[in-house]
Protein backbone atom coordinates (compact mmCIF):
# COMPACT_ATOMS: atom_id res chain seq x y z
CA UNK A 1 0.00 0.00 0.00
CA UNK A 2 1.54 3.45 -0.76
CA UNK A 3 0.50 6.16 1.94
CA UNK A 4 1.23 9.87 0.97
CA UNK A 5 1.47 12.39 3.95
CA UNK A 6 1.49 15.97 3.24
CA UNK A 7 2.39 18.18 6.28
CA UNK A 8 3.81 21.38 7.22
CA UNK A 9 6.16 19.74 9.55
CA UNK A 10 8.00 17.02 7.97
CA UNK A 11 9.87 16.07 10.99
CA UNK A 12 7.05 15.16 13.39
CA UNK A 13 7.39 11.68 11.31
CA UNK A 14 10.55 10.47 12.37
CA UNK A 15 9.93 8.54 14.98
CA UNK A 16 6.32 7.87 15.12
CA UNK A 17 6.66 5.10 11.81
CA UNK A 18 10.01 3.95 12.54
CA UNK A 19 9.51 1.60 15.32
CA UNK A 20 8.16 -2.08 15.51
CA UNK A 21 5.41 -3.64 12.95
CA UNK A 22 5.36 -0.18 11.09
CA UNK A 23 8.99 0.21 10.62
CA UNK A 24 9.30 -3.40 9.66
CA UNK A 25 5.85 -2.85 6.89
CA UNK A 26 8.17 -0.10 5.73
CA UNK A 27 11.19 -2.26 5.59
CA UNK A 28 9.51 -4.99 3.80
CA UNK A 29 7.49 -2.70 1.21
CA UNK A 30 4.24 -4.05 2.72
CA UNK A 31 3.18 -0.29 3.31
CA UNK A 32 5.32 2.74 1.25
CA UNK A 33 4.75 5.92 3.10
CA UNK A 34 5.95 8.70 1.69
CA UNK A 35 5.79 12.50 3.32
CA UNK A 36 6.01 15.59 1.42
CA UNK A 37 6.59 19.00 2.77
CA UNK A 38 3.95 21.76 1.55
CA UNK A 39 6.36 24.36 2.07
CA UNK A 40 8.12 22.90 -1.07
CA UNK A 41 4.83 23.76 -2.68
CA UNK A 42 5.01 27.37 -1.70
CA UNK A 43 6.57 29.74 -4.46
CA UNK A 44 7.22 32.95 -1.99
CA UNK A 45 10.95 34.06 -0.90
CA UNK A 46 9.22 33.10 2.66
CA UNK A 47 7.57 29.77 1.92
CA UNK A 48 4.44 31.01 3.14
CA UNK A 49 1.90 28.06 4.08
CA UNK A 50 -0.72 29.87 5.81
CA UNK A 51 -2.77 33.45 6.06
CA UNK A 52 -5.55 35.32 7.92
CA UNK A 53 -9.00 34.35 7.29
CA UNK A 54 -11.47 35.95 5.47
CA UNK A 55 -14.53 37.57 7.38
CA UNK A 56 -11.95 38.48 10.17
CA UNK A 57 -11.18 36.36 13.40
CA UNK A 58 -8.27 34.34 15.33
CA UNK A 59 -5.84 32.90 13.75
CA UNK A 60 -3.91 31.85 10.47
CA UNK A 61 -5.19 28.82 8.07
CA UNK A 62 -3.92 26.81 5.79
CA UNK A 63 -3.76 28.07 2.25
CA UNK A 64 -5.46 26.05 -0.84
CA UNK A 65 -3.17 26.31 -3.56
CA UNK A 66 0.72 24.15 -1.96
CA UNK A 67 -2.15 21.50 -0.86
CA UNK A 68 -3.64 21.33 -4.38
CA UNK A 69 -0.18 21.81 -6.00
CA UNK A 70 1.28 18.89 -4.14
CA UNK A 71 -1.71 16.78 -4.36
CA UNK A 72 -1.51 17.08 -8.44
CA UNK A 73 2.36 16.22 -8.48
CA UNK A 74 1.35 12.79 -7.00
CA UNK A 75 -0.88 11.50 -9.50
CA UNK A 76 -3.87 10.52 -8.08
CA UNK A 77 -6.76 9.19 -9.86
CA UNK A 78 -9.39 12.19 -10.10
CA UNK A 79 -11.68 12.87 -7.43
CA UNK A 80 -15.04 11.95 -9.07
CA UNK A 81 -13.41 8.33 -9.82
CA UNK A 82 -12.00 8.02 -6.22
CA UNK A 83 -15.58 8.90 -4.97
CA UNK A 84 -17.12 6.64 -7.73
CA UNK A 85 -14.89 3.79 -5.35
CA UNK A 86 -13.22 2.95 -9.09
CA UNK A 87 -9.53 3.53 -7.91
CA UNK A 88 -8.50 2.01 -4.73
CA UNK A 89 -7.26 5.95 -3.81
CA UNK A 90 -8.63 8.08 -0.97
CA UNK A 91 -7.39 10.84 -0.50
CA UNK A 92 -8.74 12.23 3.27
CA UNK A 93 -8.30 15.42 5.29
CA UNK A 94 -7.52 15.33 8.80
CA UNK A 95 -10.27 17.04 10.82
CA UNK A 96 -11.68 17.31 14.24
CA UNK A 97 -15.08 18.11 12.42
CA UNK A 98 -14.52 14.75 10.42
CA UNK A 99 -16.33 11.80 10.80
CA UNK A 100 -14.67 9.46 13.65
CA UNK A 101 -11.94 6.97 12.52
CA UNK A 102 -12.36 3.66 14.09
CA UNK A 103 -11.61 -0.12 13.34
CA UNK A 104 -13.57 -0.34 10.71
CA UNK A 105 -12.58 2.57 9.26
CA UNK A 106 -9.04 1.29 9.50
CA UNK A 107 -10.26 -2.11 7.71
CA UNK A 108 -11.76 -0.10 4.81
CA UNK A 109 -8.82 1.95 4.24
CA UNK A 110 -6.10 -1.10 4.64
CA UNK A 111 -7.83 -2.60 1.53
CA UNK A 112 -7.14 0.75 -0.73
CA UNK A 113 -3.67 1.02 -2.86
CA UNK A 114 -3.13 4.51 -2.12
CA UNK A 115 -4.10 6.56 0.45
CA UNK A 116 -3.05 9.98 0.79
CA UNK A 117 -3.29 12.08 4.13
CA UNK A 118 -3.61 15.62 4.62
CA UNK A 119 -2.77 17.20 8.01
CA UNK A 120 -3.48 20.75 8.98
CA UNK A 121 -2.69 23.23 11.64
CA UNK A 122 -3.08 26.43 13.19
CA UNK A 123 -6.89 27.30 12.92
CA UNK A 124 -7.28 24.88 10.19
CA UNK A 125 -7.64 24.32 6.37
CA UNK A 126 -8.99 26.36 4.05
CA UNK A 127 -12.39 25.13 3.37
CA UNK A 128 -11.80 24.33 -0.56
CA UNK A 129 -9.82 21.48 0.46
CA UNK A 130 -12.33 19.41 1.82
CA UNK A 131 -15.24 20.86 -0.97
CA UNK A 132 -12.75 19.79 -4.19
CA UNK A 133 -9.80 18.35 -3.56
CA UNK A 134 -10.06 15.56 -0.45
CA UNK A 135 -12.77 12.81 -0.74
CA UNK A 136 -13.69 12.96 3.06
CA UNK A 137 -12.54 14.03 6.63
CA UNK A 138 -11.73 11.85 9.38
CA UNK A 139 -11.39 13.06 13.08
CA UNK A 140 -9.58 10.71 15.54
CA UNK A 141 -11.90 11.72 18.46
CA UNK A 142 -13.87 14.33 19.89
CA UNK A 143 -11.23 16.29 20.78
CA UNK A 144 -8.96 19.45 19.42
CA UNK A 145 -5.26 18.36 18.54
CA UNK A 146 -3.16 21.24 17.49
CA UNK A 147 -2.58 19.63 14.31
CA UNK A 148 -3.34 16.84 11.57
CA UNK A 149 0.02 14.48 11.98
CA UNK A 150 -0.94 12.86 14.92
CA UNK A 151 -3.99 11.99 13.78
CA UNK A 152 -1.95 10.41 10.75
CA UNK A 153 0.51 8.09 12.22
CA UNK A 154 -2.65 6.98 14.19
CA UNK A 155 -4.25 6.15 10.83
CA UNK A 156 -1.01 4.73 9.49
CA UNK A 157 -0.41 2.94 12.20
CA UNK A 158 -4.29 1.35 12.55
CA UNK A 159 -4.04 0.87 8.64
CA UNK A 160 -0.22 -0.69 8.30
CA UNK A 161 -0.77 -3.33 11.09
CA UNK A 162 -4.00 -4.89 9.23
CA UNK A 163 -2.36 -4.87 5.52
CA UNK A 164 -1.66 -8.37 4.72
CA UNK A 165 2.16 -9.81 5.90
CA UNK A 166 2.34 -6.44 8.60
CA UNK A 167 2.17 -8.65 11.66
CA UNK A 168 3.75 -12.23 11.81
CA UNK A 169 0.77 -14.12 13.01
CA UNK A 170 -2.48 -13.09 11.14
CA UNK A 171 -4.62 -14.29 13.55
CA UNK A 172 -3.52 -11.48 15.49
CA UNK A 173 -5.71 -8.93 14.18
CA UNK A 174 -9.26 -11.05 14.42
CA UNK A 175 -9.34 -11.29 17.86
CA UNK A 176 -8.37 -7.69 19.09
CA UNK A 177 -11.04 -5.35 20.65
CA UNK A 178 -13.08 -4.06 18.18
CA UNK A 179 -11.74 -6.45 15.45
CA UNK A 180 -14.65 -7.17 12.61
CA UNK A 181 -12.54 -9.73 11.04
CA UNK A 182 -12.47 -13.68 11.23
CA UNK A 183 -9.64 -15.09 13.27
CA UNK A 184 -7.57 -17.44 11.18
CA UNK A 185 -8.05 -21.01 12.75
CA UNK A 186 -4.72 -22.03 14.51
CA UNK A 187 -3.44 -24.86 16.30
CA UNK A 188 -1.81 -24.32 19.36
CA UNK A 189 -4.24 -23.40 22.06
CA UNK A 190 -7.47 -21.62 22.29
CA UNK A 191 -7.16 -18.31 20.98
CA UNK A 192 -8.36 -18.49 17.59
CA UNK A 193 -11.12 -19.62 18.67
CA UNK A 194 -11.69 -16.51 20.91
CA UNK A 195 -12.21 -14.07 18.27
CA UNK A 196 -13.48 -10.21 19.94
CA UNK A 197 -15.90 -10.05 17.04
CA UNK A 198 -16.59 -5.99 18.33
CA UNK A 199 -16.51 -6.64 21.73
CA UNK A 200 -12.73 -5.43 23.93
CA UNK A 201 -9.98 -7.79 23.75
CA UNK A 202 -9.78 -10.11 26.92
CA UNK A 203 -7.04 -9.81 29.49
CA UNK A 204 -3.58 -10.84 28.88
CA UNK A 205 -1.45 -12.87 31.30
CA UNK A 206 2.62 -13.59 31.07
CA UNK A 207 5.21 -14.96 33.23
CA UNK A 208 5.66 -15.05 36.04
CA UNK A 209 2.56 -17.29 36.88
CA UNK A 210 3.27 -15.64 40.52
CA UNK A 211 4.30 -12.11 40.95
CA UNK A 212 4.43 -10.00 44.51
CA UNK A 213 1.87 -12.76 45.33
CA UNK A 214 -0.79 -11.18 42.22
CA UNK A 215 -1.25 -15.06 40.86
CA UNK A 216 -2.59 -15.45 37.29
CA UNK A 217 -5.99 -17.24 37.17
CA UNK A 218 -5.95 -20.72 37.34
CA UNK A 219 -8.04 -21.31 33.96
CA UNK A 220 -5.04 -20.45 32.12
CA UNK A 221 -2.40 -22.76 33.45
CA UNK A 222 -4.82 -25.73 33.02
CA UNK A 223 -4.51 -26.61 29.70
CA UNK A 224 -7.74 -26.81 29.44
CA UNK A 225 -8.44 -25.07 25.89
CA UNK A 226 -12.20 -24.97 26.09
CA UNK A 227 -11.82 -23.52 29.36
CA UNK A 228 -9.92 -21.33 28.74
CA UNK A 229 -12.11 -20.56 25.41
CA UNK A 230 -14.74 -20.16 28.03
CA UNK A 231 -12.79 -17.70 30.19
CA UNK A 232 -11.32 -15.36 27.51
CA UNK A 233 -15.20 -15.18 26.06
CA UNK A 234 -16.85 -14.34 29.34
CA UNK A 235 -13.99 -11.87 30.49
CA UNK A 236 -14.16 -10.19 26.90
CA UNK A 237 -17.48 -10.09 27.78
CA UNK A 238 -17.65 -8.88 31.54
CA UNK A 239 -14.75 -5.91 30.01
CA UNK A 240 -17.02 -4.89 27.78
CA UNK A 241 -19.86 -4.69 29.70
CA UNK A 242 -18.00 -2.79 32.05
CA UNK A 243 -15.97 -0.15 30.05
CA UNK A 244 -17.40 0.12 26.55
CA UNK A 245 -21.58 -1.15 27.08
CA UNK A 246 -22.33 1.21 23.95
CA UNK A 247 -20.53 -1.73 22.11
CA UNK A 248 -22.37 -4.83 23.10
CA UNK A 249 -25.41 -3.78 20.74
CA UNK A 250 -23.48 -4.48 17.80
CA UNK A 251 -21.98 -8.04 18.73
CA UNK A 252 -23.76 -11.01 17.85
CA UNK A 253 -24.12 -12.49 21.16
CA UNK A 254 -24.81 -16.60 22.16
CA UNK A 255 -27.77 -17.58 24.31
CA UNK A 256 -24.67 -18.63 26.72
CA UNK A 257 -23.70 -14.72 26.07
CA UNK A 258 -26.82 -13.84 27.27
CA UNK A 259 -27.04 -15.61 30.72
CA UNK A 260 -23.98 -14.70 31.52
CA UNK A 261 -24.14 -11.02 31.17
CA UNK A 262 -27.23 -11.01 32.60
CA UNK A 263 -25.41 -12.83 35.75
CA UNK A 264 -22.94 -10.57 35.51
CA UNK A 265 -25.59 -7.54 35.12
CA UNK A 266 -27.56 -9.30 38.09
CA UNK A 267 -24.64 -8.81 40.49
CA UNK A 268 -23.82 -5.58 39.33
CA UNK A 269 -26.77 -4.20 40.78
CA UNK A 270 -26.83 -6.34 43.42
CA UNK A 271 -23.40 -4.58 44.73
CA UNK A 272 -24.73 -1.02 43.65
CA UNK A 273 -27.01 -2.05 45.72
CA UNK A 274 -25.61 -3.28 48.81
CA UNK A 275 -22.76 -0.12 48.44
CA UNK A 276 -25.74 2.38 49.28
N1 LIG B 1 -10.56 25.20 14.27
C1 LIG B 1 -10.61 23.77 14.19
C2 LIG B 1 -11.87 23.25 14.86
O1 LIG B 1 -12.31 23.86 15.82
O2 LIG B 1 -12.39 22.21 14.44
C3 LIG B 1 -9.41 23.13 14.86
C4 LIG B 1 -8.15 23.24 14.08
S1 LIG B 1 -6.82 22.32 14.79
C5 LIG B 1 -6.16 23.46 15.95
C6 LIG B 1 -5.62 22.23 13.52
C7 LIG B 1 -5.61 20.96 12.74
O3 LIG B 1 -5.40 19.85 13.61
C8 LIG B 1 -6.86 20.63 11.97
O4 LIG B 1 -6.91 21.31 10.73
C9 LIG B 1 -6.73 19.12 11.79
O5 LIG B 1 -5.94 18.80 10.66
C10 LIG B 1 -6.00 18.71 13.05
N2 LIG B 1 -6.90 18.14 14.06
C11 LIG B 1 -7.31 18.70 15.21
N3 LIG B 1 -8.08 17.88 15.91
C12 LIG B 1 -8.18 16.76 15.21
C13 LIG B 1 -8.87 15.53 15.42
N4 LIG B 1 -9.61 15.31 16.49
N5 LIG B 1 -8.75 14.56 14.47
C14 LIG B 1 -8.00 14.76 13.37
N6 LIG B 1 -7.34 15.92 13.12
C15 LIG B 1 -7.42 16.90 14.02
Not at 142 to 153: C, F, H, P, T, W
Not at 192 to 202: E, F, N, Q, V
Request: charge should be negative; glycine fraction near 10%; aromatic fraction near 6%.
Amino acid sequence: MKIDILTIFPDFFRGPLDYGIIRRAREAAIAAVQIHDLRAFAHDRHRTVDDRPFGGGEGMVLKPEPIFECIEGLKVTPREQRLAGRSGESVVLLSAQGTRFNQAEADKLAGLERLVLICGRYEGVDERVSEHLADRELSIGDYVLSGGELGAAVIVDAVTRLLPGALGNEASTGQESFSTRSPLQSSNGPSSTCSSRGLLDYPHYTRPADFRGLSVPEVLVSGNHEEIRHWRRRTALAKTLRNRPDLLAEVQLSGEDKEFLASTMGKNAFDEGTKS
